[in-house]
């Protein structure tokens, strides 16, 4: 079994800055991509943000040059750094894990966070 546990969203002015952890424990390995993703009210899911395990990046267009992903592979846990936070930023956040359920083969699966709000004001 494998759960993810998001942690840091809140209440922030605009402006401000908040990071985000997900760390991910139970029985998952060789973790590849890990993604951040937000789904504002009334609006589909979109891709933020995502980090190979080769710790190339890649960003949604509305922001880059503000967000930065990271992650430390020896937690298990993936991270994202909001900074200049926008009242369009806010969202409920939700990591997504790939990884395998065996060390060194089978086939990959994709693991969700239980998602964390994140509210910024104007």
């Known amino acids: 079994q494998v759960q993810l546990v998001e942690s840091g969203g809140g209440l922030v002015q605009a402006g401000g800055s908040l990071r985000l952890s997900c760390a991910a424990s139970g029985s998952i390995f060789s973790i590849n991509v890990m993604n951040w993703y937000r789904q504002a009210p009334g609006k589909e899911r979109e891709l933020v943000a995502g980090?190979?395990?080769?710790?190339?990046?890649n960003y949604a267009d509305s922001v880059k040059g503000r967000f930065t992903i990271s992650r430390d592979n020896a937690k298990n846990t993936v991270y994202l750094q909001m900074n200049s936070l926008k009242p369009e930023d806010t969202a409920v956040y939700y990591c997504k894990i790939t990884g395998r359920r065996s060390p060194w083969s089978g086939p990959w699966y994709d693991y969700w966070g239980q998602g964390t709000q994140v509210t910024v004001s104007s």
């Open positions: 980090i190979e395990s080769g710790s190339s990046t």
